[in-house]
């Protein structure tokens, strides 16, 4: 193919040229997902990533190349809803290897198999997102005339659940565990009200790379429809059913209080857990030292009440608090978070963790950093040689 583009732009990778166009041209819902268990970000808010028309419009005027790298930019992500059947993406996907191209889907309100038959397409997405889907969305794959099972899913490594029951989600999880072996991150948003009683009779399943896992989203309450039963339902069911031989991470994002049976089973492999500040059961329940001794990390998300620190009991072994001031919660003024912060501090300097060497303040603004009341409520923490980072 003819590049009209300088040699030195010509020669230039087209993957790198690619991340390069994504990163020029994001809209403001771009939130890229942290890959890092130890990351000290949590999961706010469904902020799909998707590149400006318009920007990409601009960058596609340099020259011949840039404007083939924008349209593949632009096909990084599909959209899949109810109003096309499967023949209509098969077509669509199949022309030019534009299935080649796609690296997230989002499918919305689909209610068939039609997943496994798009995924022989997608040979390269890597996330995922199913919103309002049911439990025949992952029927069990497809196989070949020799019996053996086609594994569409194969590259996937983060999915995102939303809007689903807790029967259909518990459902796409075992259905996805036979085919889905690389993935890493799983997020259930939040569930709908519907049949939580799940049977964990059968045999067991397997995320063999699944290294966290996150549940709700700070301030995900208020989500019309929603049910703490179901949530707390799959909590129960994955340590029964699942074997996790990685996972690290677990958020609790929810206001679901300590989830013993899911604690009990994992908690010896988790390093960093995430909590809320709203989640108030926390305080008599928990029993993090018993059933979490290798934990390193732990992140605080305060929201709009207080977790009273000096009642929770941490492992020994934490080396790590962050403390999450959220974004964009429209009830929560910056000084409501600012006062937050302030008592969670001094509840930290009062009863640390013996090795605790890190103190991250992570959201606050330059208004905050800059305050008197900071200093002084750091100046307890620093005398007793614990960093504090904002």
């Avoid at 590049?3 to 809209?27: C, D, G, K, Q, V």
């Avoid at 899913?153 to 029951?165: A, E, H, I, K, Y």
């Avoid at 909590?275 to 934990?295: G, Q, V, Y």
């Amino acid at each position: 193919m003819h590049l009209s583009a300088p040699r030195y732009i010509s020669n230039m990778p087209h993957e790198i040229w690619l991340e390069i166009f994504e990163y020029f041209a994001p809209t403001p819902r771009q939130l890229p997902m942290p890959r890092d268990p130890q990351s000290p970000l949590v999961r706010e808010g469904v902020a799909w990533t998707s590149p400006n028309p318009n920007t990409l419009y601009v960058l596609s005027q340099v020259c011949s190349l840039f404007n083939n790298l924008a349209m593949q930019v632009a096909r990084r992500q599909l959209v899949v809803g109810p109003h096309y059947d499967i023949h209509f993406w098969v077509n669509a996907l199949a022309k030019d290897g534009k299935g080649h191209l796609v690296k997230r889907i989002e499918v919305h309100n689909v209610h068939s198999g039609l997943l496994h038959g798009l995924m022989r397409f997608l040979p390269n997405a890597t996330d995922m997102y199913l919103r309002h889907t049911n439990a025949s969305i992952t029927n069990n794959p497809l196989t070949t005339g020799t019996g053996v099972v086609q594994t569409n899913f194969q590259s996937l490594t983060d999915l995102t659940l939303s809007g689903l029951s807790a029967f259909a989600t518990f459902q796409v999880l075992r259905n996805l565990s036979t085919v889905a072996r690389a993935l890493e991150r799983l997020w259930l948003f939040h569930l709908m009200r519907g049949d939580a009683n799940l049977s964990t009779a059968g045999g067991r399943y397997t995320l063999p790379h699944l290294e966290w896992l996150i549940v709700g989203a700070p301030g995900g309450r208020w989500q019309p429809g929603r049910a703490d039963d179901a949530m707390r339902a799959i909590l129960t069911a994955v340590p029964a059913m699942f074997d996790l031989p990685r996972i690290k991470r677990f958020d609790n994002l929810d206001v679901l209080g300590y989830q013993e049976p899911f604690f009990s089973r994992f908690g010896q492999q988790l390093e960093v857990i995430a909590i809320t500040s709203e989640d108030l059961d926390l305080d008599t329940n928990a029993d993090f030292p018993a059933h979490c001794p290798n934990l390193k990390t732990v992140v605080i998300v305060l929201i709009h009440r207080h977790l009273r620190m000096a009642m929770l009991q941490l492992p020994a072994s934490v080396e790590r608090i962050v403390i999450r001031i959220p974004e964009f919660l429209p009830w929560q003024a910056e000084e409501h978070g600012v006062a937050l912060l302030r008592q969670a501090l001094c509840n930290i300097a009062h009863r640390r963790p013996p090795a605790l060497d890190t103190v991250a303040i992570s959201g606050i603004t330059p208004w905050g950093r800059s305050s008197g009341w900071l200093c002084r409520s750091t100046a307890r923490l620093l005398h007793q040689g614990v960093r504090v980072l904002t």
